[in-house]
Each structure stands twice: as C-alpha cells, then as structure tokens.
C-alpha cells in the first residue's frame, strides 16, 4: 500500500512506504496535481529491512521454566536469531558499586545478567527495556551456541513454536546447578 496524499510543494515531509519510496501529490505553480515520488527515511528503512530479514522470535510461556523464547517462524540453521537494532553492550559494575541499588533490583541483575569474578555487566539498555536473549532457557541439547564473535547462532534448523536454548555451562563456562528451582 502506498502512502499517497496531497502535500503542497513547502511541506513535502511525507511518510514513507514499505516499498521505499514515498508517492505524494504536490500542487505546482499551474495549480495542476502531480506525482512526486521521495526515497525512504533510512531509520524506517532500516527498521523494515529488521523486521522482514531479522524478527523470528517471541517470548512464551516455557515447558522449561517460566518464561522462553520462540521461534516466530521457521529459522534456518547458521542465522542469528536474535539479532536487534538495540544495543547489546554491556557495563560492568563491582557488588560495591551497586551497594546502594534496591537490594530487590540487585537480586534481579543476579539472575539475568551475568555475574562474573564479582562483577556483574548489566545491559547498556537498563532492565526496562528487554533483550529477549535474558529468556533464553538452559538444554544439554542447546538449539542455539555462540559463534566466535559471539553471536548466538542455531546449530540446526528450528522450527515455527520451538523453544530456542542454550546449554548455560558451555556458553557462560560455568556449572549451573537448577535443583532449587
């Protein structure tokens, strides 16, 4: 669908389409009507090219534990499902540093950041905003590993309302122990 409305030639600030242009009519001197076609902003463009090559995955209610993450549709083995034009830097902070931080958002950043030789990196984001990889669930039979860069890549193919998983004690090098859970 086109975005196609009447804009006079001063105010040509029309929105763009999905098909990355803008038709807009624009009045000239001769007070005739003609179509004007305009490139798409680059943020909505960027944010289209996301949405159409990007988005596979949704939280869900896990059979695994509480919250999950879900393949939207069929992922290919090798893509990086999880891919977001939010930044996924993270700062690190000593307990101390965040000694005065609600003893209850302390407890919260222990259990979905992580938490390393006393310090914990905390999303550059904050905790109100949601990188949905903090609900991905732990598997021996992970459908998810980082790559040398640390992308999260599948290493098979997934299909449309799988779970997506990571083995916890490969990713983060650790031993996890869930018996209190």
Known sequence: MQDQRYVPDSRQNALPTLNKVSRIFTLDLSR????TTLPMSS???KLYDHLRDDVYCKL???????IGVFALRDIPKGTAPLRSMVSNKEIKFSRIELKKVPSTVRKHLSRFCLVEKGRVFAPEIGLNAVNVSIYLNHSKKPNLRFDDKDVLRTVRDIERGE????????SFDDDHDFSDN
């Open 32 to 35: 005739k009507l003609k179509l």
């Open 43 to 45: 943020l909505k463009d």
């Open 60 to 66: 869900g209610v896990s059979g695994i534990h509480g």
């Open 163 to 170: 779970e997506l998983t990571i083995d916890y004690d490969v």
